[in-house]
Antibody, heavy 124, light 107 residues
Framework: QVQLVESGGGLVKPGGSLRLSCAAS????????MSWIRQAPGKGLEWVSYISSSDSTIYYADSVKGRFTISRDNAKNSLYLQMNSLRAEDTAVYYC?????????????????WGQGTLVTVSS | EIVMTQSPATLSVSPGERATLSCRASQSVSSNLAWYQQKPGQAPRLLIY???TRATGIPARFGGSGSGTEFTLTISSLQSEDFADYYC?????????FGGGTKVEIK
């Protein structure tokens, strides 16, 4: 059974940093691309970042480019999101989500499995 | 960036009735469109991909149609467990983008 468990959220001041983790189990983590997707309180979903199975390809939303860094450790079945220079508008529940293949190839870039999310609150 | 627009924002439907949700893309996304259902406090669940293919385990009352810029999610006979938020997502171009959502509520 696929399981994704996010951790690392919390309250942080504007300008601060936070590192989110996503522990994966129940599938061969190294065979799938992963993404972070967030949802501000009471708002819709926003894709944040993508990493291919071997981390050869990485993409970011413009809203986080230059501030956030996605990474993965296939040996530890874990996905990470390093978030720096945090802003109030980064306040959201952050979900990790699993794709369908090693790479997103245009016809398969949707998400079969999601974690339960971790809340990040940026406030002074 | 492709902008996805969902309508209506809120849909009030009686149990057993049909619900029709719309999703429009600012440019063609071919059939590279997915639909998700999200209940309060839960993660989204994939319903439809490829505009019209139901994901594993999704009941047949959920149907997707459309291509290009206009898409529809139809729930043929609403069950109590179907009252939730629904989001479309295009995956034809980077960045991946979601619609603003439609809330299906009990009438």
């Amino acid at each position: 059974q696929v399981q994704l468990v996010e951790s690392g959220g919390g309250l942080v001041k504007p300008g601060g940093s936070l590192r989110l983790s996503c522990a994966a189990s129940g599938f061969s983590f190294s065979d799938y691309y992963m993404s972070w997707i967030r949802q501000a309180p009471g708002k819709g979903l926003e894709w944040v970042s993508y990493i291919s199975s071997s981390d050869s390809t990485i993409y970011y939303a413009d809203s986080v480019k230059g501030r956030f860094t996605i990474s993965r450790d296939n040996a530890k079945n874990s996905l990470y999101l390093q978030m720096n220079s945090l802003r109030a508008e980064d306040t959201a529940v952050y979900y990790c989500a699993r794709g369908l293949a090693r790479h997103c190839s245009g016809s398969n870039c949707y998400f079969l499995s999601w974690g339960q999310g971790t809340l990040v609150t940026v406030s002074s | 960036e492709i902008v996805m627009t969902q309508s209506p924002a809120t849909l009030s439907v009686s149990p057993g009735e049909r619900a029709t949700l719309s999703c429009r893309a600012s440019q063609s996304v071919s059939s590279n469109l997915a639909w998700y259902q999200q209940k309060p406090g839960q993660a989204p669940r994939l319903l439809i991909y490829g505009a019209s293919t139901r994901a594993t385990g999704i009941p047949a009352r959920f149907g997707g149609s459309g291509s290009g810029t206009e898409f529809t999610l139809t729930i043929s006979s609403l069950q109590s467990e179907d009252f939730a938020d629904y989001y479309c997502q295009q995956y034809n171009n980077w960045p991946l983008t979601f619609g603003g959502g439609t809330k299906v509520e009990i009438k």
